[in-house]
């Protein structure tokens, strides 16, 4: 029985390959224009952390009545790894990572509520006063747009007024996944009082924290009921400046006094303040915004910039918005930096081949290069694969090994045309003697990436583009 001959069966079949080339090259325009691009591909940080506050305990209080209670319960997570863990005044922080080699992506997210669970399941035994506790296991966001807001004359508060109205107006623009602000200073108003001139007074200290408290409170009012509605009571009272704060009653030894006369009330910021955003030397508040999964960064930046420009437009006077990091930028030059590298590899195989293989041999090798890299890129839209460092490594990589199989295929018919054997029967000799040992070869060279493709780890799911784009671009070139 006669074996298979894929390039007896194309000769045969023109018309079918010249449409499945204009397909590819069509389809791979296509699937390269939507393809996602980013800086760097995504991976599963394994990592978790566990924060409790405690206002007014030690360090040592926090750690043996805190710290110490939650690490034994973490201790009975599945693929633990390490425990690490900080007690400050006021403040505990436990970071929980996992085994890297046995975890995979898709366990992640059910051991990290499994660590919610079992921490809340232990709160009710920590010493009242103590706050959360609180959990970050989102490390994969990358803020790929920093925007810092600065503004000579105006408050934090004001500055931040107008990074709202900033971030409020981002969230609109599609495959932005978050708009966070850094360096807010939350504002907080302080009531300083001294103990001698209270206890002159007759004053309790308790009784003014509780007077306040109890005027700043919202509670139910009652309600109306008319034949068509039911209207809901709100009495007033509430601090709506520092004024009202100033002029609370506070009411001792059958006398009144204005809070503001026995105390000193000032409006200003967290002391130890959040941390800090300056740019070039100013204070800033900045937006950093993070694009969603498989998005295009240059697209993304695109709409960034039209909404920026309008919002530029309706700061007040005197607020800067400045770019601190454009990560669009980064990644257009990747991939002018591929495109180039492609041109040049096209151009020193034509250069190569019209030297050594003569005018029509070298057409040949050099048209295959296109055609490869346009399948690649279809492959890469159907497997879900985005242009990023890795990938545009491994199709750089693969240029060099791309028109191998072509010009030992071309050289094979070459040889047997001058040895007087007509076109179809030298082509059918050429796929005949030569296919199955390039597929071999190719084969091998594949496998040289395996380790990456099956390691475990972050590492893995990193790199882990870098043997399926070369792997596809090498079985492609064998075909074609």
């Not at 080699?101 to 232990?122: C, F, G, K, T």
């Not at 909404?307 to 400045?322: A, F, T, Y």
């Not at 005018?359 to 839209?381: D, E, H, N, Q, Y």
Request: hydrophobic share 45%.
């Amino acid at each position: 029985m006669k074996s298979f001959n894929l390039t007896e069966w194309a000769l045969n079949h023109k018309q079918f390959v010249y449409y499945f080339i204009f397909i590819t090259f069509i389809g791979g325009c296509f699937s390269y224009q939507n393809l996602g691009r980013m800086e760097d591909p995504d991976f599963t940080i394994r990592m978790m952390i566990v924060g409790v506050t405690w206002p007014g305990a030690s360090a040592r209080e926090v750690e043996e009545q805190v710290t110490d209670k939650i690490e034994k319960k973490l201790q009975e997570i599945p693929h633990l790894d390490y425990l690490k863990s900080y007690s400050t005044p006021g403040q505990s922080v436990i970071y929980v990572a996992l085994k890297e080699d046995e975890v995979h992506a898709s366990q992640i997210h059910p051991i990290w509520l499994e660590v919610r669970n079992m921490v809340n399941d232990i709160k009710g035994t920590l010493p009242q006063g103590v706050v959360g506790p609180f959990f970050n296991d989102r490390f994969d966001d990358v803020f790929g747009c920093v925007y810092a807001l600065t503004g000579d004359g105006f408050t934090y508060e004001d500055i931040r007024e107008n990074a709202e109205k900033i971030r409020r107006s981002l969230l609109s623009i599609s495959n932005i996944k978050k708009v966070e602000l850094i360096g807010v200073q939350p504002e907080k108003i302080t009531i300083e009082v001294e103990n001698s001139k209270l206890a002159l007074l007759g004053i309790d200290p308790a009784l003014i924290a509780r007077s306040v408290e109890a005027q700043n409170a919202m509670s139910p009012s009652g309600e109306m009921e008319t034949s068509s509605d039911k209207v809901y009571l709100r009495t007033t009272g509430m601090f709506e400046k520092l004024e009202d704060l100033q002029s609370l009653p506070i009411r001792a030894g059958g006398r009144t006094f204005r809070l503001g006369d026995i105390a000193g009330i000032k409006r200003g910021y967290a002391d130890p303040p959040e941390p800090k955003m300056f740019y070039n030397g100013r204070p800033a508040i900045g937006l950093a915004v993070s694009m969603e999964k498989g998005g295009n960064i240059l697209t993304l930046g695109e709409n960034i910039e039209q909404i920026l420009k309008r919002v530029k437009k309706d700061l007040p006077l005197g607020l800067e918005l400045s770019t601190v990091s454009n990560q669009p930028q980064v990644v257009k030059a990747a991939i002018n930096e591929f495109i180039k590298v492609l041109a040049e590899a096209v151009a020193i195989v034509l250069i190569v081949c019209f030297l050594s293989l003569g005018l029509r041999s070298g057409i040949v090798v050099a048209f295959c290069i296109p055609l490869v890299i346009c399948g690649v890129f279809i492959a890469m839209k159907m497997l879900g694969i985005d242009l990023h460092k890795i990938s545009l490594g491994a199709l750089i990589i693969a240029l060099g090994l791309l028109v191998d199989d072509a010009i030992i295929a071309v050289e094979m018919m070459s040889v047997k045309l001058e040895e007087g054997w007509d076109r179809f029967d030298a082509a059918s000799f050429a796929y005949k003697a030569t296919a199955f040992p390039l597929l071999t070869g190719t084969l091998i060279t594949c496998a040289g990436f395996i380790p990456v493709a099956f390691a475990k780890g972050s590492a893995s799911e990193f790199l882990n583009s870098l043997f399926s784009v070369v792997t596809i671009a090498l079985l492609i070139s064998w075909v074609v």
